[in-house]
């Protein structure tokens, strides 16, 4: 098995036909390196990434309540080509975005929930 021990990630590039993506890295030398996969590992990488993010934060830092949190720069709510949902995009300020597919109405049970423990994180009481 080659092993590349990556210091640094530099870019990356979709080829022409969108069929196959490459990761650029340069490694403890500087040297470059480069990682070829077809898009279809895009959708694993991209369900994958997260939970590693989980484990290195939990070996180093041996605490479950650790996360990464980007702040919302935007989002879109828009209408669902499947019925009785609706996609959610939300995007950070620097660019990075992600789209959901929710049901209408657990929208409607997180904008609930959210009003209520933002009032509860304020301090401001209601009856």
Known sequence: MTVIRGRQ???????PDGESFAIHVTDE??????LVLP???LNALLMTLPEMVRRSLHRR?????MR???PVGSW???KSPQAGS????????DGF????????LEILRMATQSASTSLAASGIRYS
């Open 29 to 34: 030398q500087a040297r470059p390196g480069t």
């Open 9 to 15: 990630l530099t870019t990356f590039d979709v080829s």
């Open 86 to 93: 609706v996609i959610v995009t939300l995007r950070t300020p």
């Open 68 to 70: 990464v949190v980007y």
């Open 97 to 104: 975005q992600v789209s959901f597919s929710l049901a209408a």
């Open 39 to 41: 898009a279809e590992c």
């Open 76 to 78: 879109e709510v828009e």
């Open 61 to 65: 830092f041996h605490d479950d309540t």
